[in-house]
T-cell receptor
Framework: NAGVTQTPKFQVLKTGQSMTLQCAQD?????MSWYRQDPGMGLRLIHY???????DQGEVPNGYNVSRSTTEDFPLRLLSAAPSQTSVYFC??????????????FGNGTRLTVT | RKEVEQDPGPFNVPEGATVAFNCTYS??????FFWYRQDCRKEPKLLMS???SGNEDGRFTAQLNRASQYISLLIRDSKLSDSATYLC???????????FGAGTRLFVKA
């Protein structure tokens, strides 16, 4: 079972460059989300989607864009990379976020360094 | 104040010890709770859900106290393999918002 697949695993960018982090899930989950994890900060929600064609902002959306054209895919775009975006990024999905007992399933993460 | 707060630790315990973690939440709208485990440089993985009546899964017991707004995780007979970071998670049902605590680091020593 593939679950949640993230690519790439590692990425180094120069300030000002743009890139897209890919996320795909094969569990037919309605809900998908992107988190970033920084030391001492825990996981912070960037953007989320409750279904194809629907996206919304989380806690730290600035500098990031998302789209959800299919149920399976939820790419995260960095528009103009900044050193403050150096972090570990996790994509996570759940069957239905509004459901009481629907936990999140995480991808393996992308380690991004912006120089 | 963070919505979900945990003692960052680290907790250093010998093998076989019992260790307990607490977590407090500030949003009374939080409806469901989970404990996740995260190994170094890995993704978080669900350890167990937390129910109002408390629940047990082998050596792990989770409790929820809504009146005091805290969640606990008890690990009995600690193993070396239990060394990890434990994340407390609160979820506001219908609000599409899952909030993670910063995690509690556990080291189990031989």
């Amino acid at each position: 079972n593939a679950g949640v697949t993230q690519t790439p695993k590692f990425q180094v960018l120069k300030t000002g460059q743009s890139m897209t982090l890919q996320c795909a899930q094969d569990m037919n989950h309605e809900y998908m989300s992107w988190y970033r994890q920084d030391p001492g900060m825990g996981l912070r929600l960037i953007h989320y989607s409750v279904g194809a064609g629907i996206t919304d902002q989380g806690e730290v959306p600035n500098g990031y864009n998302v789209s959800r054209s299919t149920t399976e895919d939820f790419p995260l775009r960095l528009l103009s990379a900044a050193p403050s975006q150096t972090s570990v990024y996790f994509c996570a999905s759940s069957f239905r976020e509004s459901s009481y007992n629907s936990p999140l399933h995480f991808g393996n993460g992308t380690r991004l360094t912006v120089t | 104040r963070k919505e979900v707060e945990q003692d960052p630790g680290p907790f250093n315990v010998p093998e076989g010890a019992t260790v307990a973690f607490n977590c407090t939440y500030s949003n009374s709208a939080s409806q469901s709770f989970f404990w996740y485990r995260q190994d170094c440089r890995k993704e978080p993985k669900l350890l167990m859900s937390v129910y109002s009546s408390g629940n047990e899964d082998g050596r792990f017991t989770a409790q929820l106290n809504r009146a005091s707004q805290y969640i606990s995780l008890l690990i009995r007979d600690s193993k070396l393999s239990d060394s990890a970071t434990y994340l407390c998670v609160g979820k506001n049902t219908g609000g599409f918002k899952t909030i993670f605590g910063a995690g509690t680091r556990l080291f189990v020593k031989a």
